[in-house]
């Protein structure tokens, strides 16, 4: 029989002294630190280190993320290091069909999920046929006003053609 025992002494709270971000070269600083459950004088904990990471990966805007800590000036300080490698934030289709009710159709399609690096997107698609047109054009912002609000404009044209009468939208 072996019995075995642990003793558990919680240590000193440890607070985060600095974050640096590196690695990005199109996407703002700020887009980052956003994503970032922890913060600048704030208490460290290793539960929000994880899910930062996670949340700035799920952005969709970097192939790697890296999240790492070092000893800071002081005992009880950590420095948060950030490390991000870009990854391709912007799509483009085309294509084209041929069908019995719509006959010719041609599309095409050019998005980008990180505007100029500031987390916004953006959509232009335009559907183009014999007897339709669909143009759509839309932006979204993700964080309006740095806040957890989400606000989204869309602007469409369209026009469908039929035998005897045209209808449209705008």
């Known amino acids: 029989t072996v019995e075995v025992g642990y003793r558990i002494v919680r240590g000193p709270e440890v ?77 483009f289709s085309a294509g084209a069909g041929i069908s019995s009710g719509s006959e010719f159709l041609f599309n095409v399609s050019l998005s980008e999920i990180n505007l100029f690096g500031h987390g916004q997107r953006l959509l232009l698609q335009a559907d183009i046929g014999t007897i339709r047109r669909n143009l759509t054009l839309g932006l979204t912002e993700p964080y309006l006003f740095d806040t957890q609000i989400t606000a989204g404009i869309d602007v469409f044209n369209w026009e469908l053609e039929f035998d005897e009468f045209t209808r449209g939208g705008t």
């Open 15 to 91: 607070f985060i002294d600095r974050i640096e971000v590196t690695g990005n070269t199109k996407t703002l600083d700020k887009v980052v630190r956003r994503e970032m459950e922890l913060e600048e004088q704030g208490k460290f904990s290793g539960t929000h280190l994880r899910r930062s990471q996670e949340r700035i990966q799920r952005t969709g805007f970097f192939q790697d993320v890296n999240i790492t800590t070092r000893k800071a000036d002081r005992e009880d300080r950590l420095d948060v290091l950030v490390d991000v490698r870009e990854g391709n934030t912007g799509t």
